[in-house]
């Protein structure tokens, strides 16, 4: 297993943008698969499924954050 605090560090503060536009994806986080893999490549970061709300606010907040 590889050593990648900054992937955990990195899921938690998606976690709080989100938050802060009222987004919530409660199965974010670490994909274990490849964090425990001995692969070269970095762990993902598993946003997960979302119902339909929860997609069109993030469109929201993205769109926003563009204009």
Known sequence: MHDHPDVQ???K???A???AHGIT???LGVDLPTFAAGYRTPPLIALGNCNLAT???LV???RK???
Do not use: I, K, N, T
């Open 9 to 11: 560090d990195c899921a």
């Open 13 to 15: 503060e998606l976690r």
């Open 17 to 19: 943008a989100l938050a």
């Open 25 to 27: 994806l409660p199965s």
């Open 55 to 57: 997609a069109r606010a």
């Open 60 to 62: 929201a907040a993205l």
């Open 65 to 67: 954050g563009v204009a």
